[in-house]
């Protein structure tokens, strides 16, 4: 277990429609980063957030967002979903801002469009 | 566009053998090279990572070699076991900057 926490597990949605995923961050954790894994773009960085304000954009889409909460939770928010949407997000955190100080990643969200 | 190329997309090698998985990179202000490591159903975990003041780092098995000039770098796993059987990353960023770059991911697979 690494300590960063992804729910749901699996998603299946149909297009068109809206969907949030969750992650809980290791314990003192105070960044988030989320990504996108497909068979096609591999892993992308979408985003990061650091102690509840975001820090970081990447190759996100307009049709998406996240937050990062005040006990530092983050969750992404996917919505007017696509077949393309279909992969693997995962969320990452670290300890401050930096890579130096450890990036440890969940087990990721799968997530089926259909 | 890829920032970091990888290669090969798959390998196998038969246990006891060596692993060799290369990777090369444009950006020059690159500044932190981390290995990931990926099984079936489980995030990426950090396998080894180098900064380019170094040209070797190893850590048991796992052997990175980089070489500067080139803007390439590369994964050596020894005496490559069962358990080792994995997708690889690797990875790329400037230290001060909150993003990694991934390479495609190399399949190892290795046969008993």
């Known amino acids: 277990d690494s300590g960063v926490t992804q729910t749901p597990k699996h998603l299946i949605t149909a297009t068109g429609q809206r969907v949030t995923l969750r992650c809980s961050p290791r314990s003192g954790d105070l960044s988030v980063y989320w990504y996108q894994q497909s068979l096609d773009q591999g892993l992308q960085f979408l985003i990061q957030y650091y102690n509840g304000e975001e820090r970081a954009k990447g190759n996100i889409l307009e049709r998406f967002s996240a937050q990062q909460f005040p006990d530092l939770h983050s969750e992404l928010n996917l919505s007017s979903l696509e077949l393309g949407d279909s992969a693997l997000y995962f969320c990452?955190?670290?300890?401050?801002?930096?890579?130096?100080?450890?990036?440890?990643f969940g087990s990721g969200t799968r997530l089926t469009v259909v | 566009q890829q920032q970091v190329k990888q290669s090969p997309q798959s390998l196998i090698v038969q246990k006891g053998g060596i692993s060799i998985i290369n990777c090369a990179y444009e950006?020059?202000?690159?500044?932190?090279f981390p290995w990931y490591q990926q099984f079936p159903g489980k995030g990426p975990a950090l396998l080894i990572a180098i900064r380019p003041d170094v040209s070797e780092k190893k850590e048991g098995r796992f052997t990175i070699s980089f070489n500067k000039s080139a803007k390439q770098f590369s994964l050596h796993i020894m005496d490559s076991q069962p358990g080792d059987s994995a997708t690889y990353f690797c990875?790329?960023?400037?230290?001060?900057?909150?993003?990694?770059?991934f390479g495609a991911g190399t399949t190892v697979t290795v046969r008993a």
């Open positions: 990875a790329a960023s400037k230290d001060r900057d909150y993003k990694l770059s």
């Open positions: 950006n020059t202000a690159f500044d932190y």
């Open positions: 990452a955190s670290s300890a401050a801002q930096g890579l130096s100080y450890g990036y440890t």
